[in-house]
């Protein structure tokens, strides 16, 4: 979920064709936004210098709304390799010929937009959440609707069983280009080029997001083990195997090695707790999170 088996499979495929690696199996675990792999890859594969796990933004979200007793803390930050900006989107039959038109609703009954997404605490309810506030709306009152996969939600916005749906771009990109889905807006600071869809900031909400995806190794590993784990992810990202990756499935360039990375995923860890107790207290009538 969370598009880390599209990210995991472009990994296998460069780190294989540039002899990076001889090979790179890759293992999809599914399931409560990526902490279940989480667990797993955390119980079984201490020490194991060739292991690792494709996380992201969605992984931390899934942490805090899932109550998760393994977190990041306990894994070896690698890298953080991609962004990618979300896109809000309404079937082509919806009444919303704009974002604005979609707020004017939003302010005056919060409760009667169902928003279609990814996994509860993920990077679209985040921003569902902070759009609401960012228009004055109490992020708690925010009607989301999680799905466990791309292909779900869409199905459920293209049937018109929620009201708007909020995802990554390379999701929604072939929809929104054929016409079966209208954008509403981007989460980008500017408009992206070959794509005629407004930002949210263009239209009056002071906002700009994305979600963003990295990797981590096994606990436990030598430092030794750890560098070169991070000079295998430096010599992928430099291939223009990689660039053209970047490039098909517009992810935007967010390499950040090692050490770095940890500092920011600490500053990233804050802000969605943040977010999401403000959605959760609205929700459960205050208080803590609640696990669901």
């Excluded at 996380?55 to 393994?70: D, E, Y």
């Excluded at 809000?88 to 009444?95: E, G, L, Q, R, Y």
């Excluded at 929604?172 to 930002?199: C, H, K, N, Y």
């Amino acid at each position: 979920g969370g598009g880390w088996d599209q990210t995991a499979r472009v990994m296998q495929q460069v780190l294989q064709r540039t002899a990076i690696v001889r090979s790179a199996p890759v293992e999809n675990i599914p399931g409560a936004a990526g902490t279940i792999g989480l667990a797993r890859f955390v119980g079984s594969e201490q020490g194991r210098a060739d292991a690792i796990l494709v996380s992201g933004l969605i992984m931390l979200g899934g942490i805090v709304m899932h109550r998760s007793p393994v977190t990041l803390h306990e894994v070896t930050p690698i890298a953080r390799l991609t962004g990618e900006y979300e896109a809000i989107v309404v079937p082509a039959s919806s009444p919303f010929r704009s974002l604005n038109d979609m707020i004017a609703a939003l302010r005056e009954r919060p409760e009667s937009l169902s928003w279609g997404g990814g996994s509860a605490g993920g990077s679209d309810q985040i921003l569902a959440g902070l759009v609401a506030e960012a228009v004055g709306v109490s992020p708690g009152r925010i009607n989301y609707v999680a799905f466990s996969g791309g292909g779900e939600s869409l199905s459920a916005i293209l049937g018109g069983q929620v009201s708007l749906g909020i995802n990554g771009l390379a999701e929604l990109e072939p929809q929104i280009q054929a016409g079966t889905v209208r954008a509403l807006a981007i989460s980008s600071a500017e408009r992206l080029p070959g794509l005629d869809v407004p930002t949210l900031r263009e239209q009056g909400v002071d906002l700009e997001f994305e979600n963003w995806r990295s990797v981590v190794a096994a606990p436990g590993i030598g430092s030794a083990e750890r560098k070169r784990l991070e000079s295998v992810i430096a010599a992928m990202v430099a291939t223009p195997e990689w660039r053209a990756a970047l490039e098909r499935y517009r992810w935007i360039d967010r390499f950040l090695p090692g050490e770095e990375f940890a500092r920011f995923v600490d500053g990233e860890e804050a802000r969605v707790r943040t977010t999401l107790q403000k959605i959760d207290a609205g929700q459960n009538g205050g208080g803590t999170l609640a696990s669901v």
